[in-house]
């Protein structure tokens, strides 16, 4: 099997602080990796560098082969992460967000995927309703069906199960 994830010898500071000092690691196709530490470990600050939001200082990563700095845009097709922090835009409906998250990938009639995400996330009726007025758990929700709407090959969630109730907790891993 391939590297789904390869990051070598990652450095990043942010001033004096080193947050991330020489971290390497291969994660493979199809598997599931953990990725644990404790507060202010560098767990964000790694996930961000792969997504291409945080440059390093010194190292490499790749998705699928992809470099993450000298092809960008490949590298973050290939990507889907959910955030540790909620973030949203509070102008738009739950299907709306998604349709808008896949027009960033040049997606139009992304309508019989989306449906589906909805549905396996139990979001389906919640579909119309305004981002503001959901609960905490469901902009959750939200975000893990924004990170999936271009279907990427290798996903990252970011502490995706803070503030998830238990029956969405598991349905959420069977569905990933
Ligand atoms: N943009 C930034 N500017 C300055 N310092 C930062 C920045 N982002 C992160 N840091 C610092 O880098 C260190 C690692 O932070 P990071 O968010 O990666 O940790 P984490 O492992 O995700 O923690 P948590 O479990 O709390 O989410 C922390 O000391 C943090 O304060
Ligand atoms: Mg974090």
Request: aromatic content about 6%; overall charge neutral; some cysteine.
């Amino acid at each position: 099997m391939g590297v789904a994830v390869s990051i070598q010898q990652l450095v990043k500071s942010f001033g004096s602080l080193r947050a991330l000092d020489g971290v390497s690691l291969d994660i493979a196709e199809g598997e599931f990796f953990g990725l644990l530490g404790p507060n202010g470990a560098g767990k964000t600050t790694l996930i961000s560098c792969l997504a291409g939001l945080v440059r390093p200082d010194q190292g490499q990563l790749s998705v699928l082969g992809c470099d993450v700095l000298a092809d960008y845009r490949e590298a973050r097709r290939r990507l889907g992460v959910v955030p540790q922090e909620l973030v949203f835009d509070p102008f738009f409906s739950v299907r709306e967000t998604l349709r808008i998250q896949s027009g960033y990938f040049g997606i139009r009639n992304n309508e019989a995927w989306i449906d589906e995400i909805l549905e396996n996330l139990d979001l389906t009726a919640k579909a119309n309703v305004n981002m503001r007025r959901l609960s905490g758990g469901m902009k959750r929700r939200v975000l893990v069906a924004q990170a999936l709407v271009h279907k990427p090959p290798v996903i990252v969630l970011d502490e995706p199960t803070a503030g998830v109730d238990v029956e969405l907790r598991q349905g959420l891993w069977h569905f990933v």
